[in-house]
């Protein structure tokens, strides 16, 4: 089975503070995506990325930027983390064959 | 753009009665549509989904949901509501932009009572 592996289960962050959050898969997936979830609102897509080194904004990009230097690897990062970012975030994975795609089992962060 | 409207966010039945949970769908292209549910403090895992194929989709724990593309729907059901049934349900669309990624509806949360 694919496995997408997030670093942290629970973060706790002060405001202000640079958060890196990793993301990992194991089966040679090109495309990468970080969501948020957060009550009444669902999934929403921060970032994606379709290969090393490239990355698209999703729907909701503000305060947040990532990093993809190896294609295993899909990193999330709040520059300068603040409360309104407090959230679950989810990453996922697909193959570009059959679109399949994977979820991790999320970090939930909490900015304080 | 794609998107996906769930018209209830929460939807509460007895146990061994049918399950509803309702799902409009907007896209410019053939759509490509799941059904995900997460239970409390688990995981996303998926349902079942469309792809162009059979118009009744089966997927797993007795769910189906039936493409209607002249009413924009992709509807779940179950005849028989279980204990274990009650997560959340969330109907998603793949995103023809956006590198394929799925795009989610709001959630739906299901309750089923005793």
């Known amino acids: 089975d694919v496995k997408v592996t997030q670093s942290s289960r629970y973060l706790v962050k002060r405001t202000g503070e640079k958060v890196f959050l990793e993301c990992v898969q194991d089966m040679d997936h090109e495309n990468m995506f970080w969501y948020r979830q957060d009550p009444g609102l669902g999934l929403r897509l921060i970032y994606f990325s379709y290969d090393v080194k490239m990355k698209e904004k999703g729907d909701i990009p503000e305060g947040y930027s990532v990093s993809r230097e190896k294609k295993e690897r899909f990193s999330l990062i709040l520059e300068s983390a603040s409360t309104n970012q407090t959230s679950m975030y989810l990453c996922?994975?697909?193959?570009?064959?059959?679109?399949?795609?994977?979820f991790g089992s999320g970090t939930r962060l909490t900015v304080v | 753009a794609q998107s996906v409207t769930q018209l209830d966010s929460h939807v509460s039945v007895s146990e061994g009665t049918p399950v509803l949970l309702r799902c409009n769908y907007s896209s410019s292209y053939s759509p490509s549509l799941f059904w995900y549910v997460q239970h409390p403090n688990k995981g996303l895992q998926l349902l079942l989904k469309y792809t162009s194929a059979a118009t009744l989709v089966k997927g797993i724990n007795g769910f189906e949901a039936e493409f209607k593309k002249s009413e924009t729907s992709f509807h779940l059901t179950k005849p028989s509501a279980h204990m274990s049934d009650a997560a959340e349900y969330f109907c998603?669309?793949?995103?023809?932009?956006?590198?394929?990624?799925?795009?989610f509806g709001k959630g739906t949360t299901l309750s089923v009572s005793s």
């Open positions: 996922a994975s697909r193959s570009g064959i059959d679109y399949g795609y994977t």
């Open positions: 998603v669309v793949r995103s023809y932009q956006a590198g394929t990624a799925l795009i």
